[in-house]
């Protein structure tokens, strides 16, 4: 018993040295600590009780000053939603991802007034579109080394070359393997209607895959050479990544996708980076 109450001391009164400090939020403090624990441990046992409870008032994180959580919404598929997804994760933000139906109209225009994703609900409860300015606001937002805004004219150039045909590879495939926006028959109708009259009957470029596939991997090797590291495209994270990883993510729904292994390792570790997971496990 009295090895018990001896150890019962000993934490008690380093209790207390701790609390002085997270109180003051001062070193020094601790010695006092340590005194005011040994007084109040001999002269008021009822005290202990108190200041046990003060500790952990103390160490429970306040939740008043906890940062407020947005809200996004998207469709998993669309590259323009990746590229506000990335941001909270490149900056560490917590964010509340919501999917619309691919063929909900309302909700979106009560929001924005126009059927567009993605979506942020600020932290003042106002909502805005356009994915770059949500890129922009939530890297304002963090307050934090910027990401560079330089977009080379090869990357650019090699982005539009390649959306020429890409989206003929992706969007039949999109509604084939279970994103939340296509859970219904009808919201996977609305898409391909759409997007039959944008790209063409998806049985179509379904079957000419080999050619669509081929042209692509005859077009990454220029794309690798103008990957910097595994981190970032440019010399430093920034734009560059925010507008080319949603392309390639994509791009790993499709099943004998064979990326270059610097590529691979890039999309790999921006996948990680930014909390946006691939389709590899789902590609058809």
């Known amino acids: 018993m009295k090895d018990r109450a001896g150890c019962c001391l000993i934490v008690f009164i380093l209790a207390m040295a701790v609390l002085f400090g997270i109180i003051n939020d001062d070193k020094t403090d601790i010695i006092t600590g340590l005194a005011v624990g040994i007084f109040i441990y001999a002269s008021a046992p009822i005290l202990v009780i108190i200041f046990i409870v003060l500790i952990i008032i103390c160490i429970l994180p306040d939740s008043t000053n906890q940062e407020p959580t947005m809200k996004l919404y998207i469709y998993d598929h669309c590259p323009f939603c990746v590229r506000a997804r990335m941001i909270f994760g490149l900056r560490?933000?917590?964010?509340?991802?919501?999917?619309?139906?691919?063929?909900?109209?309302?909700?979106?225009?009560?929001?924005?007034?126009?059927?567009?994703?993605?979506?942020?609900?600020?932290?003042?409860?106002?909502?805005?579109?356009?994915?770059?300015?949500?890129?922009?606001?939530?890297?304002?937002?963090?307050?934090?080394?910027?990401?560079?805004?330089?977009?080379?004219?090869?990357?650019?150039?090699?982005?539009?070359?390649?959306?020429?045909?890409?989206?003929?590879?992706t969007a039949p495939r999109c509604v084939q393997i279970g994103l939340p926006e296509f859970a219904t028959e009808s919201a996977r109708a609305y898409?391909?209607?759409?997007?039959?009259?944008?790209?063409?009957?998806?049985?179509?470029?379904?079957?000419?895959?080999?050619?669509?596939?081929?042209?692509?991997?005859?077009?990454?090797?220029?794309?690798?050479?103008?990957?910097?590291?595994?981190?970032?495209?440019?010399?430093?994270?920034?734009?560059?990544?925010?507008?080319?990883?949603?392309?390639?993510?994509?791009?790993?729904?499709v099943k004998g996708l064979q990326y270059p292994e610097h590529i691979r390792f890039y999309v790999e570790h921006m996948a990680k980076q930014s909390g946006v997971p691939l389709y590899y496990d789902k590609a058809v």
Do not use: C
């Not at 909900?104 to 909502?127: R, W």
């Not at 994915?131 to 937002?141: A, G, K, N, Q």
């Not at 049985?203 to 690798?224: M, S």
């Open 191 to 253: 898409y391909i209607k759409k997007k039959t009259a944008a790209y063409g009957d998806f049985a179509e470029n379904i079957a000419r895959t080999d050619e669509y596939l081929a042209q692509l991997h005859a077009d990454l090797p220029e794309l690798a050479t103008l990957i910097h590291s595994e981190a970032h495209i440019g010399e430093k994270l920034g734009y560059e990544d925010i507008i080319t990883f949603p392309l390639l993510r994509n791009l790993t729904m």
């Open 92 to 169: 560490g933000l917590p964010v509340e991802l919501e999917v619309f139906a691919n063929d909900d109209e309302a909700g979106p225009t009560a929001l924005i007034g126009e059927k567009v994703v993605p979506i942020l609900v600020k932290p003042d409860g106002t909502a805005m579109d356009e994915s770059l300015d949500i890129v922009r606001f939530v890297d304002e937002y963090a307050g934090k080394e910027r990401l560079d805004d330089t977009i080379r004219p090869e990357i650019q150039a090699w982005l539009d070359k390649v959306g020429k045909y890409s989206s003929r590879l």
